[in-house]
């Protein structure tokens, strides 16, 4: 895209809606770039550093998508974004026609579709752009944003996207950045795993496990879960950076995915069985790291 395609969409006003752990962040880096900014949340008072930034908090999501020519939406499941989009005083009472719907959630490919679908009518698009990179991808502007849709609506969206993440993928036709999304989180679970087991094998070996994962990390066991998740899984202690729960949420579209196509993910249904569990005893909120608790768990630690 050439500079002075850039600096003209990068003109155009942005509503952001849903400011929680990833949300809020998302929308303090579009701030920062410079674009014009609305904002809503549910739950009040999570605009105040926003408008601090010089964003709007709008009355309603109505009023959010009357005041913006890009709208993003970053909430927790299909039926939150269905009422974000389509109920009281939704986005799609205030959408202007020409106006662009980005949803950063994490949904089923068909549920994207269909509410794609359902803009359409009134003249709205729509790109599914889930993310990845947790909280702290999220605050420092490094995501991983998979993009699924029409490819001139991904380029109208790219100066916005490229605030918010490093990485920009369009990987083909709305619903692909979910199916891609689904595929990350069943890498993910795998790779929790993995990584709990070796953290749990070092430590009933009785060595220095900080030291034995530092060596691991600079060779083919090196991940950026090794790297950023392990020493949480030594000290059994998970400050939120992801919530299991959420990625219980994920994992699950993952799932039935799989079923839908025929894939059998043997991995992926172990660590759903440990989630539950971990869910089940009140850790819901704790990183997704905890899964090492399960595997502490059933080695006596």
Known sequence: MSTSATNATAKERIGFAGLGTMGAFMAQNLARAGFPLTVWNRSPGQAKELVTLGAREAASLADLASSSDIIFT???DSPQVESVLFGKEGIAEGATSGSLVIDCSTISPTRARDFAQRLSVIGVDMLDAPVS???????????TI????????FERASPALSSIGRTISHLGPLGAGQWAKAVN??????????VAEGVTLALKAGLDVRKVMEALAGGAAGSW???????RMIDDDYPIGFKISLHRK????GLELAREVGAVLPVSALAAVFEDGIIAEGHGDDDNSAL?????????L
């Open 74 to 76: 970053c909430v927790t």
């Open 133 to 143: 990179g947790g909280s702290e991808g999220a605050r420092l502007g490094t995501l």
């Open 146 to 153: 998979l993009v699924g849709g029409d490819p001139a609506h």
């Open 185 to 194: 989180q069943v890498i993910l679970a795998g790779t929790y795993l993995g």
């Open 225 to 231: 879960v090794l790297e950023n998740r392990s020493g």
């Open 250 to 253: 994920d994992l699950g579209i």
């Open 292 to 300: 090492a608790r399960s595997v502490r768990k059933l080695s006596g």
